[in-house]
Nanobody, 128 residues
């Protein structure tokens, strides 16, 4: 199971960090991605980190404002979001899939269909 946390209310221009932990496991063998869904919109890719920790991918709408990272214990994957905008308001979900060495294209990070395990989401609200 995945547990997302860290959501909250922040003013535009501010920063927020959302985190994802796995109960009873580590992320050493999992690619982890973050997606978000705003009211009335489809779920959108935010960021992902490969199970090796050596590859990170970002969605176009957050590129340059977000950093995804994994802690040394490989138990938490976080996304630091800076210069937040009202359009960043959404429920943020973390998801994961077991390592697949042959998944080498960007689509294996950005397309939610590859992700097998999903957390419950954490809500981020950015006020203008």
């Amino acid at each position: 199971q995945l547990q997302a946390s860290g959501g909250g209310l922040v003013q535009a221009g501010g920063s927020l960090r959302v985190s994802c932990t796995a109960s009873g496991s580590t992320f050493s063998s999992y690619t982890v991605g973050w997606f978000r869904q705003a009211p009335g919109k489809e779920r959108e890719f935010v960021a992902a980190i490969k199970w090796t920790g050596g590859v990170t991918v970002y969605g176009d709408t957050v590129k340059g404002r977000c950093t995804i990272s994994r802690d040394n214990a490989e138990t938490t994957v976080s996304v630091q979001m800076n210069r937040l905008k009202p359009e960043d308001t959404a429920i943020y979900y973390c998801a994961a899939y077991f390592k697949q060495p042959y998944y080498t294209g960007t689509q294996y990070y950005t397309d939610q269909k590859w992700y097998e395990i999903w957390g419950q989401g954490t809500e981020v609200t950015v006020s203008s």
